[in-house]
């Protein structure tokens, strides 16, 4: 007997061990992504007219960050204004998008039980960036907010429309993941025409810029723009951070919530809502960047296995240097011009997607 | 037992005559849509008058205004008649795509096909590059459109012959193409001068603004060989409906009959795209209204389908003719009017027929 406890303490011990190294893993890998997350920060905060080298950079944020102040027109006022007020907003803004997106993407995979759900190819951005050009074309606001907020508060009622759609029919139909794409291509589609009627009909060399909104990019970000999406993300991330466990439950099925205690539909808005701000917050100022909140779920769970605790947190870390990193090498291929972080994250995305549907294994997250 | 045999009889009557109707009132509402396109425009003709002329011209009598029927039989005509044959083109494309993938969100288009046109636009606008090489201008871009259009079709085919594919890997494959495809495209489009970049834009939209009586001849070919190999193969497109086992032990090939439809509405869809750009929604509306009203029997839907889609696209396009200052796009239109129709077709899905 007492071998037969010896061995089942020294298979617990063993157990324990595996769980920890198991854990560790998924811990390291979040490190993993913010040391690169840092150090491709740094290396696009380096790209520019001016010369100031990688390491320096962490200089100049440590030195403003503590309140350095230089005379003005100096060699080190230059540097600091231009690394703080020029380069910073943009990088912030890439994580802040790479962020947000992926963790919109993992809610929205568990909300409609769909592995191939995101922001994207449920047409919500394409909403939401219809949203913004009437408050940019026609300075109408849907709201009674102006400026910023007008074009902020447009879009999260644009999104919101593709939104509803998308869960009023995954209430009422089965929807295959086919299906559910399929219905996000047409929801695009009909915003891309309604937005082409809108810029054609105004003016008709507003194409180009019709055009330009629909990739997404974060060339023109400045520090104005990021306090509110910054806010809208934080929100966002802890609410949704602190209902993984209702965001699993929802995978079961409504009944199955509701017997476990979860009024599934009041919750399921409330999620709706959210996204909705959150998409609606990043959009406005980037347009679509699409494929990044299908790509890094599906990475972690390639990475990590299907353990939806980590899914989340691991998915905001990989979604941020994915955008940092695209942007990075999106300046630097064909410098000194430069490609949109929309279109490099289209070619990262898209073979992702259709290598998700031609080899699917099982505990990736099926795909149908 | 007889009372039944004869009620059963002039049931079936009843049902052939509603289909005769049903295709009778498409080519009507065709017609008078062709009219009706003909005389909308900047330069005022009337709406008989307009067949008046047409007439007048079949018949070889010498024109009265020489004006009017330049502009009715030059100018406005190709265009009615492209609408026609790429409404009908559509139509049947969809149909025979919706009843082979058994799911009623299949279009044309689901093959990527429309994508890969648009990046062989893109390629002869903006870059200037023809795969014909001496070609140039618009031919240049019908040729490329047509090359390229074929690419993600073969994709498709290929996975689908060497994969066991499902029906729904098909359509994801498909957009998985297209989203390649199309973020290519984007970046051709980055590079561009601004009227370059309006053209490739409106052909992405797609217009029928090209239509000429050369391209004419060749859209018409497309789609009556589309016709006849789809209708021909109608019959086998009910069986596959239940299933590819069942198929299998009636003797049908589904795999082998999958193929041969999926080249085929490449073929045809490459034919019609590379004139016009993609115009959405045509092929997925018009199979829809007709299963409303004849069902599901492919012998009946795919002619009126193509009938429906021909009426379809035409009245679309007299809206885009008399939309804003100048026109729109059809393409542009049809998105709009098709976008509701599409989601009411999703929410009633919860019917058994396709689950």
Known sequence: MSGDAGSSEFSSEDMKEQYHSYILRKILFIILCFILVIILGGYALTIGGREIAHLDVYRILWEHLNGAEYPRGTSEWWDDYIVWEIRLPRVLMAIIAGISLSVCGVAMQSMLKNPLADPYTTGMASGAVFGAVVAIVLGMSFTTAMGMYGIVGNAFIGGLIPALVIITISKFVRTTPATLILAGIALSYMFNALKTLLLITTNEENIQEAYIWQIGSVQDAVWADIPLMFAMTVIGSIFLLSTSRQLNLLTLGDDSARSLGLDASQFRTVCLILLSLMIASIVSFTGIIGFVGLVAPHMVRMILGADNRFITPASMALGATLILAADVVGRTIVAPGELPVGIIMSFIGAPIFLYLIIRQKKGYGEVY | ?355
């Open chain 2, 1 to 355: 037992m007889e009372v039944g045999l004869s009620s059963l009889k002039e049931d079936y009557r009843i049902y052939i005559l509603r289909k005769t109707v049903f295709m009778i009132a498409c080519i009507s509402v065709a017609l008078l849509a062709l009219g009706l396109s003909v005389s909308f425009g900047k330069y005022e003709i009337g709406f008989f008058e307009s067949y008046g002329i047409i007439i007048d011209h079949l018949r070889g009598i010498e024109p009265a205004d020489e004006m009017k029927h330049y502009i009715v039989w030059e100018l406005r005509l190709p265009r009615a008649i492209m609408a026609i044959a790429v409404g009908a083109g559509l139509g049947i494309g969809g149909a025979a795509m919706q009843s082979m993938l058994r799911n009623p969100l299949a279009d044309p288009y689901t093959t990527g096909v429309a994508s890969g046109a648009s990046l062989g636009a893109a390629v002869a606008i903006i870059l200037g590059i023809c795969l014909i090489p001496s070609l140039t201008g618009q031919y240049a871009i019908v040729v490329n459109a047509f090359f390229f259009s074929l690419i993600p079709a073969t994709i498709i085919v290929l996975i689908s012959k060497y994969k066991k594919t499902t029906p729904t890997m098909i359509i994801l494959a498909g957009i998985g193409v297209m989203y390649i495809f199309s973020a290519t495209t984007s970046l051709l489009m980055l590079i561009a001068e601004p009227d370059s970049l309006a053209e490739v834009y409106i052909w992405t939209v797609g217009s029928l603004g090209r239509a000429s009586w050369e391209n004419i001849p060749l859209v018409i070919t497309f789609v009556i060989i589309g016709i006849i190999i789809i209708q021909t193969n109608s019959r086998n497109l009910n069986i596959l409906a239940m299933g590819d086992k069942n198929a299998i032990s009636l003797g049908v090939n589904a795999l082998r009959t999958r193929l041969t439809l999926l080249v085929t509405i490449a073929f045809l869809t490459a034919g019609i795209v590379s004139f016009t750009g993609t115009i959405g929604f045509v092929g997925l509306i018009a199979p829809h209204i007709v299963r409303i009203f004849l069902g599901s029997d492919n012998r009946y839907l795919v002619p009126a389908s193509a009938a429906l889609g021909a009426a379809l696209l035409i009245v679309a396009d007299c809206i885009a003719k008399e939309a804003g200052a100048t026109g729109l796009p059809v393409g542009v239109i049809t998105a709009i009017i098709g976008g509701p129709i599409f989601l009411m077709i999703l929410l009633k899905m919860r019917s058994k027929a396709w689950n």
